[in-house]
């Protein structure tokens, strides 16, 4: 009543005070009743929402096969052993219960003691030397922690039969970052320690047995190079959330086949939501949206061939330096793409051996030596200066006399055939230095260029392993300024400025071999479905795509064909390759390796051919760093090759014969 009375009172300041007050009494009333009630429901699933942790789950990844169906990359599941420390949680609030009390304890005897050597109370400032901190009451609960967990750890390395320890410093990073999740144990059970695991009813508290997906290689180390390997990668990729609050372990290609076709082996990871209380600890899990495989590449390789070729270019054991590579010369298809040394792609997955990774950079064993190193050619580029040589006008039975060296200006250029009378046939037969040298000046420099460029030498081959190299062509405008005569001798016989890989030679040999078609090199056949009952229809890539043509006049290819027939079958310098029951062409190739004195410091050696002569499908590559002659070190290794492909051709023809009817 008296508040009424007073605004009973002409006094304008206090109406307008009371009203002031009034309304601003009124505007918290409201509030109040919009989040109480109206906004109650958005809080509470704002509430819930913070509780769960979404969390990416790694797709199967897609197989990669070989042509006719060998898996070359596969998936195993690995069997963990998983801490789950949402279920330690009594344990762990029972081991700091104890260990606090234990040391209040002697802190409160400690005080006493104190108390009485000064025979007063102490101040509740000097008291809080006795008690325990926030900080020290943390440390106290990390270290009972651990020793919970490790505990339960010693009992799980005593039941397997495999020492374990539980790394202090990961625990506690796992346990303030990563508390929803298990944290893993042991890795990789064998079926030995699996069955100990699980014969034994009663598992010790908070652990439990998961699979997890594995890459693995099953023929170890073959075609290591174009298959690739993986590395750790836990990030989204293209298409998926990227926002994730736990990532489980995946991986990524990093080169090769694994790294090209990544986006479509890697398939599409899902997500799992996970409830978590106030401390952080799971409550339960949910799949949100499930994880879908990636999809299987199938190579145009034959692994069997692979294998093969692998062997037979073991000239210097495992760490000869090499390359072979086998093209079907009519659709491009690469049955084999060899390189060494070698190394084993399931070391990136399971780690590596003690000293192996070591040994692997020490040899260089990661390169691909059939298409990322650059490599003289020597005399295996005479096919191509010879054809420009016979499109120019070049008489293939003229006579050129070979004293055993060549003088261009004052340099003296020896030639490794004998002293003699050399035409076309001869000169290819026994790789005459002069012959071609002395041909390919008057043919002219620019016409071997326009040539090369036709077989798109200086260029990549296109292939998706991200290991794939140019080369060293010189352009036109190179030879136009500061060339000499000297230069051109150079190119004419595969040295100077010029460098191609074993996969260039491969497709220039099937260009010789199929009438002049330059082709695309093609390792993968198609793309298709995990589930063969899925009804998704396979993504094939198209074979034989021609890139160039050589414009060449067909007698100048077969002239050539036959000179190199002759240079494997009539005691040439490819006699080591031949092979019964098959016609091979061929042309053998030694590269000097020279230091900046112009000095010999190693050498490259080449065989390349194509087979049968009568009817070519076949071309086969050989190279071998540091090797003594390409007709020594590298026709052999060719020869088994196409022994290798006989072989298999008849082991085909039997399987038709027993599949008739």
């Known amino acids: 009543m008296l508040i009424f009375d007073q605004l009973k009172r002409n006094d304008p300041q206090l109406r307008l005070l009371t009203f002031v007050v009034l309304g601003g009494m009124a505007a918290l009333l409201a509030s109040l009743w919009w989040i109480q009630v109206v906004s109650a429901r958005d809080y509470q699933e704002n509430l819930e929402t913070q ?5 990416r789950i790694p797709a199967v990844r897609g197989k990669i096969l070989d042509r006719n169906g060998s898996v070359l990359a596969d998936n195993q599941p690995s069997y963990n052993v998983s801490l789950y420390l949402e279920e330690l949680r009594v344990p762990f609030e029972a081991a700091y219960t104890a260990e606090a009390i234990q040391i209040r304890s ?3 005897g400690q005080l006493h003691q104190k108390e009485k050597l000064l025979g007063h109370k102490l101040s509740s400032k000097e008291r809080k030397a006795f008690t325990l901190d926030v900080q020290q009451r943390n440390r106290i609960q990390e270290q009972t922690h651990y020793e919970v967990a490790s505990n339960v750890v010693q009992q799980v390395s005593r039941r397997l039969g495999q020492p374990l320890t539980l790394d202090y410093t990961n625990f506690e990073r796992h346990y303030e970052e990563r508390l929803a999740l298990p944290y893993p144990v042991a ?6 320690q699996i069955a100990r695991f699980e014969e034994q009813a009663n598992s010790p508290m908070g652990v439990d047995l998961e699979i997890q997906s594995l890459r693995m290689y099953p023929y ?32 990524r290609g990093a080169i090769g086949i694994e790294a090209g076709y990544d986006l479509q082996l890697h398939g599409r990871a899902g997500e799992a939501s996970v409830l978590v209380n106030n401390l952080g600890y799971r409550q339960a899990e949910n799949i949100w949206t499930p994880a879908e495989p990636g999809r299987n590449v199938v190579l145009t390789i034959d692994v069997r061939l692979q294998q093969a070729a692998e062997r037979a270019l073991q000239v210097y054991g495992p760490t000869t330096r090499g390359a072979a590579v086998v093209m079907d010369v009519h659709t491009g298809d690469l049955l084999v793409l060899a390189s060494s040394p070698v190394f084993d792609p399931n070391d990136f997955v399971r780690g590596f051996p003690p000293g192996e990774y070591e040994r692997m950079q020490a040899l260089g064993a990661e390169k691909n030596r059939a298409t990322f190193e650059n490599y003289a050619p020597g005399s295996i580029f005479k096919p191509v200066v010879g054809l420009a040589c016979l499109e120019a006008g070049m008489d293939p039975n003229a006579i050129i006399y070979n004293p055993g060296y060549i003088y261009v200006g004052r340099r003296r250029i020896r030639d490794l055939a004998s002293p003699g009378q050399y035409d076309f ?9 002069t012959y071609f040298i002395t041909n390919g000046m008057k043919a002219g420099i620019e016409n071997i260029l326009r040539l090369s460029r036709r077989l798109h030498l200086g260029e990549r081959a296109g292939l998706p392993t991200r290991q794939d190299t140019p080369g060293i062509l010189p352009g036109l405008k190179r030879i136009r300024s500061n060339w000499f005569d000297g230069d051109t001798a150079n190119i004419c016989i595969g040295q100077g400025e010029i460098a191609v890989t074993p996969l260039q030679m491969a497709v220039m040999t099937a260009a010789l071999a199929n009438g002049g078609k330059v082709l695309w090199p093609r390792l993968v056949d198609r793309i298709e479905s995990q589930d063969p009952t899925s009804g998704e229809p396979p993504t094939v890539l198209p074979s034989g795509r021609v890139r160039d043509e050589l414009g060449v006049s067909p007698r100048s290819l077969q002239i050539l064909r036959d000179a190199m027939r002759d240079e494997v079958e009539d005691a040439g310098t490819g006699a080591r390759a031949v092979v019964p029951g098959l016609r091979i ?6 590269a000097q390796v020279t230091n900046e004195h112009n000095q010999e410091v190693d050498r490259t050696t080449w065989f390349i051919s194509f087979a049968p002569y009568e009817k070519p499908r076949y071309a086969v590559v050989v190279m071998v760093e540091s090797g003594n002659f390409g007709s020594t070190t590298c026709a052999p290794i060719a020869a088994k090759i196409y022994e290798a492909i006989l072989e298999g051709e008849r082991d085909n023809a039997q399987k038709t014969l027993a599949q008739a009817p």
Not at 51 to 55: F, G, L
């Open 51 to 55: 509780s769960y942790r979404t969390v």
């Open 187 to 192: 890795r990789r059970l064998d079926p030995v």
């Open 585 to 590: 062409c061929g042309k053998t190739g030694t």
């Open 106 to 108: 002697r802190l409160a």
């Open 220 to 251: 170890g180390n073959t075609a290591a190079h174009l298959l690739g390997y993986l590395h750790r990668d836990d990030r989204s990729v293209e298409g998926e959330d990227a926002f994730f609050s736990y990532r489980l372990p995946d991986y």
């Open 425 to 433: 046939r001869r000169a290819v037969m026994f790789s005459s230095n």
